[in-house]
T-cell receptor
Framework: EAQVTQNPRYLITVTGKKLTVTCSQNMNHEYMSWYRQDPGLGLRQIYY???????DKGDVPEGYKVSRKEKRNFPLILESPSPNQTSLYFCASRSMAETQYFGPGTRLLVL | RKEVEQDPGPFNVPEGATVAFNCTYSNSASQSFFWYRQDCRKEPKLLMS???SGNEDGRFTAQLNRASQYISLLIRDSKLSDSATYLC?????????????FGTGTRLQVTL
């Protein structure tokens, strides 16, 4: 089954404690992205990757890091989380002209 | 001006009604267009692509007006299960790069 998986689905953490949200896709897609979704602001792109070892900033990259060492994986790293990073996070993948598939989302609460 | 703009709603309509959403985009060089559906607390999923000539999928009709830079979604005979947020998505490609921009969504609530 074609899918994007991300873990964990729910996470409560404290300010400053480094965390990683994993993302994996099994569709051999070149493009992968991370978004955050906040009420009234919609989906905002954090980082994206056009292929292995190629990553670039999206619209709201501050406070986040990513890596793309393998085509299928695209983890999101918060080195020092802060309360304003409390949000719903989605990983997504697609080929250039194809439908974008989203992971199920990760709800993050930073205390 | 936002790159993609939608009326946030909510649109409250009775079952069986016809409802239409519009979405405007600012980049005239945008090449492809989509409507996604997002249920509460779930991930967005593709509802339909939007083609220049307009296209229909069952009760759903999508239209594109490049001259006025807007796309529309028409839902006929609304069902309770159509209650969701509908996201307008625009794709802009340059060379090997491709950027999807999402609107903030229009919320639809279908009632008995």
């Amino acid at each position: 089954e074609a899918q994007v998986t991300q873990n964990p689905r729910y996470l409560i953490t404290v300010t400053g404690k480094k965390l990683t949200v994993t993302c994996s896709q099994n569709m051999n897609h070149e493009y992968m992205s991370w978004y955050r979704q906040d009420p009234g602001l919609g989906l905002r792109q954090i980082y994206y990757s056009m292929n292995v070892e190629v990553t670039d900033k999206g619209d709201v990259p501050e406070g986040y890091k990513v890596s793309r060492k393998e085509k299928r994986n695209f983890p999101l790293i918060l080195e020092s989380p802060s309360p304003n990073q409390t949000s719903l996070y989605f990983c997504a993948s697609r080929s250039m002209a194809e439908t974008q598939y989203f992971g199920p989302g990760t709800r993050l609460l930073v205390l | 001006r936002k790159e993609v703009e939608q009326d946030p709603g909510p649109f409250n309509v009775p079952e069986g009604a016809t409802v239409a959403f519009n979405c405007t985009y600012s980049n005239s060089a945008s090449q492809s267009f989509f409507w996604y559906r997002q249920d509460c607390r779930k991930e967005p999923k593709l509802l339909m692509s939007v083609y220049s000539s307009g296209n229909e999928d069952g009760r759903f009709t999508a239209q594109l007006n490049r001259a006025s830079q807007y796309i529309s979604l028409l839902i006929r005979d609304s069902k309770l299960s159509d209650s969701a947020t509908y996201l307008c998505v625009v794709n802009y490609r340059t060379g090997t790069a491709s950027k999807l921009t999402f609107g903030t969504g229009t919320r639809l609530q279908v009632t008995l």
